[in-house]
């Protein structure tokens, strides 16, 4: 426990200089893997050691996670790459009492999951989300300029809640942003003028463009805004769409992510080439600016199913889905 807790309040922030998100994420790992040596073993969380995180142990969490918690092979896979982390960690610091916890996760593959479609928004579907809010009210006019800097930008959610005035640089033709994105790299883009102009208005209605150190948008109740502060905005705008446009937005779900995937995926299908599009999102592979390319193709076999179907159906007419007391330690909540 003492090598866990030095893991998370010296190594990752400070060493390895990691995001809180990604450190978040981790923590909850470990605290899903106390919960269950808790629940199912026995084991208090003062007592677990290296020895008790054997392969059978290791191998039960994970099994855990997928049939008593309905996680999905994505998200068991993610929890198997956190504890990877810490034992290459733990092996550093001490090999000889972390030897049992290395090889028992070492022996643990990750299991191959089936890449599901990226889902994105029509040019169309775009238009109409971003008339939704009501520019006669306060909310209203922060969420219409957060959607419209999204899909302009192709930001990641926490990158627009970390966005600072001092961020936004405002030139006779040009708009620069600087966002922070994962493992707190910069990078600098320049988003379109319909938009930009959009963003200055509000800054001014606002009365704060020359507070530099002010965040662009706030919540109701905090100056920072919260990564489900901005989940709630889109679950807001994606429900009213549905119930507006019952023949559009068809999609199951539909996150914040969607309108990075959307502009990437429109960007593609504008003609801008994939090393630009890498840079502009920050992306640290072009393998995974690559992804949008096989998501454009889709998009444009689509287009050709729906032009065969409309041209040739007269032709071919027959061929026509816990416990009450928090027994967590402290350096994990």
């Excluded at 896979?77 to 290459?88: G, K, M, P, T």
């Excluded at 990437?264 to 920050?282: D, S």
Aim: charged letters at 25%; aromatic letters at 10%; a positive charge.
């Amino acid at each position: 426990m003492s090598l866990l807790e030095s893991y998370f309040t010296e190594y990752m922030p400070y060493a390895a200089g990691l995001s809180e998100n990604t450190i978040l994420s981790y923590k909850y790992t470990f605290r899903l893997l106390l919960n269950y040596l808790i629940q199912e073993k026995g084991i208090r969380a003062e007592k677990v050691s290296f020895q008790c995180l054997d392969y059978d142990a290791i191998a039960g969490f994970l099994d855990w996670l997928e049939n008593d918690r309905g996680c999905t092979v994505s998200t068991r896979n993610q929890r198997l790459a956190a504890l990877s982390a810490f034992a290459v960690y733990a092996g550093n610091r001490n090999m000889d009492a972390a030897s049992v916890f290395m090889t028992s996760v070492k022996r643990i593959p990750a299991k191959r999951t089936m890449e599901k479609p990226r889902t994105v928004f029509t040019i169309e579907e775009v238009a109409l989300l971003l008339r939704l809010p009501d520019m006669k009210t306060t909310i209203g006019k922060r969420d219409h300029a957060i959607l419209n800097l999204m899909y302009a930008s192709g930001a990641r959610s926490q990158e627009i809640c970390d966005l600072r005035v001092r961020d936004v640089i405002f030139q006779k033709e040009t708009t620069r942003l600087i966002l922070t994105g994962k493992g707190n790299k910069a990078r600098r883009i320049i988003i379109a003028k319909p938009c930009a102009d959009i963003l200055k208005r509000y800054l001014e209605w606002r009365n704060i463009s020359r507070e530099l150190d002010h965040y662009v948008f706030s919540s109701q109740t905090h100056e920072h805004m919260t990564l489900s502060c901005v989940e709630e905005i889109y679950k807001k705008y994606i429900r009213r769409a549905k119930e507006l446009y019952p023949d559009k937005f068809r999609e199951p779900r539909y996150t914040p992510h969607t309108m990075r995937h959307t502009c990437a995926t429109h960007m593609l299908e504008a003609g801008v080439p994939i090393m630009a599009i890498k840079n502009f999102l920050g992306h640290s592979s072009v393998m995974t600016t690559e992804r949008y390319a096989a998501l454009s193709q889709a998009t444009v076999n689509s287009h050709i199913r729906e032009w065969n179907n409309k041209w040739f159906h007269d032709a071919h007419p027959a061929n026509a889905s816990a416990t009450a007391k928090d027994p967590m330690p402290d350096f994990l909540r």
